[in-house]
């Protein structure tokens, strides 16, 4: 994990750095044109600000595009989602969504929650204690009794397993069926996001962006086909991928735009 850690680390430390070095050149006299720029001119601590950009290219960009990438694997074997989610975005008559057009996507926010389900770009979630604390839950025969936690103990939960139990999302647990969604709700047992105080600050964001693009898709293409016949396979790399890939064919709409 150290070592993992110390490759990504390294790789946008180089980039910080020399960002660093060349806004520091400018004395800072242009305004910023980039992300990047903007935490340069509020702080001198390169640490902190590696860890914002990997916050960024992690959270933001891996995770939404390993998300829609799956969404689309399984809408490419699924004509019946696709009708139906055609059926949706097509009130909109064609016009780009606005946010409160893209809250108001039922169907496109289940098929997301189910895609996350089943298919959690963060499929395990770490935790240290920093101080000794005890969980209320958890220990005991019947895992009901209290648990002390030492300081310094990490604890692990794996979402993708989580979010397959059968008592929680009913003996179709394997089974990717967004509708599941119109009796659900987000709780403790669907974790994509993590929760508490420590919920990632760009769930929002991210439920956006993947419905947004998703729906300009749905607006320029008539019907996505399936392009290879191979199963989605675990893959475990920064994020949880299919080892597959998602090889489809999108079929664009007649005068689309």
Not at 29 to 43: G, N
């Amino acid at each position: 994990m150290d070592d993992a850690c110390k490759i990504l680390h390294d790789f946008v430390d180089r980039i910080v750095q020399k960002a660093y070095r060349k806004r520091k050149a400018a004395n800072r006299s242009t305004p910023p044109d980039s992300f990047l720029d903007s935490i340069l001119d509020s702080t001198d601590d390169l640490v902190k600000i590696r860890y914002e950009v990997l916050g960024l290219l992690l959270a933001g960009r891996d995770t939404a595009a390993v998300a829609m990438s799956t969404l689309f694997f399984v809408l490419a074997r699924r004509p019946d989602i696709w009708l139906r989610l055609q059926s949706e975005v097509d009130g909109l008559g064609g016009r780009k969504p606005t946010y409160n057009d893209i809250k108001d996507l039922k169907y496109l926010r289940q098929l997301i929650d189910e895609t996350l389900r089943l298919y959690p770009p963060v499929p395990v979630l770490f935790r240290a204690a920093n101080k000794t604390t005890i969980l209320p839950r958890g220990g005991g025969k019947d895992g009901q009794s209290p648990v002390l936690v030492p300081k310094g103990t990490v604890i692990s939960c794996s979402v993708y397993s989580l979010q397959r139990r059968q008592e929680v999302y009913g003996p179709d647990a394997e089974e990717f069926r967004p509708q599941r969604w119109e009796n659900l709700s987000a709780r403790w047992d669907f974790l994509p996001f993590s929760a508490g105080p420590k919920v990632c600050l760009g769930q929002t964001y991210g439920y956006v962006e993947m419905a947004y693009i998703v729906t300009r898709m749905v607006q320029q293409f008539d019907r996505v086909e399936r392009r290879s016949d191979k199963p989605w396979v675990e893959q475990w790399s920064i994020t949880l991928m299919n080892a597959s890939g998602t090889k489809v064919g999108m079929i664009p709409k007649t005068g689309a735009v």
